[in-house]
């Protein structure tokens, strides 16, 4: 039995690899994003360690070098967290675009693959047509071939009369 062969397999296999790829984009903007939560968090954590040695040294005598040296520190790592938000706020906006892209990619892979099922369907249509149509003649033909040569009617199909 022939095989359906869809002409538009190349677009498929190429919106399937495109696909892929922003599927790809979309994973390495979101392993951005974490890298980024995951620093800011540190420097959160840097910020709340600094504060809490301030308050420390404020307690009995005070060494300024000290104070001086934790709120500069502090300040960086403020000054850090600030950087890294703001890379935060652009890696949302890529992925928002990654993951529209996406969306768009599927979609058009569906619609080419949406098009080969209905074509495939329509092969199976006239495929079973065909051999529907090929079983016919292989039984009209038998039937012309058990039948006598000079009875009445050999030369016409037999009629079925309601009885």
């Given at each position: 039995m022939p095989r359906f062969r869809f002409p538009l397999d190349p677009v498929l296999r190429m919106r399937e690899r495109t696909e892929r790829a922003r599927l790809a984009e979309v994973a390495a903007v979101e392993a951005e994003r974490q890298r980024l939560e995951q620093a800011i968090r540190r420097e959160q954590s840097l910020l709340v360690q600094g504060q809490q040695r301030q308050r420390d040294r404020l307690q009995g005598?005070?060494?300024?070098?000290?104070?001086?040296?934790?709120?500069?520190?502090?300040?960086?790592?403020?000054?850090?967290?600030?950087?890294?938000a703001v890379e935060l706020a652009g890696t949302y906006r890529r992925s928002e675009e990654a993951r529209r892209q996406l969306m768009l990619a599927a979609r058009?892979?569906?619609?080419?693959?949406?098009?080969?099922e209905h074509r495939e369907e329509a092969w199976r249509r006239e495929q079973d047509r065909r051999e529907a149509a090929r079983l016919d003649d292989v039984a009209a033909e038998a039937w012309r071939r058990g039948r006598p040569a000079d009875a009445p009617g050999a030369d016409e199909p037999a009629r079925e009369d309601a009885a």
């Open positions: 005598r005070v060494d300024m070098r000290d104070l001086r040296a934790d709120a500069s520190a502090t300040l960086g790592a403020m000054r850090r967290a600030s950087r890294l058009d892979r569906r619609a080419v693959e949406r098009l080969r």
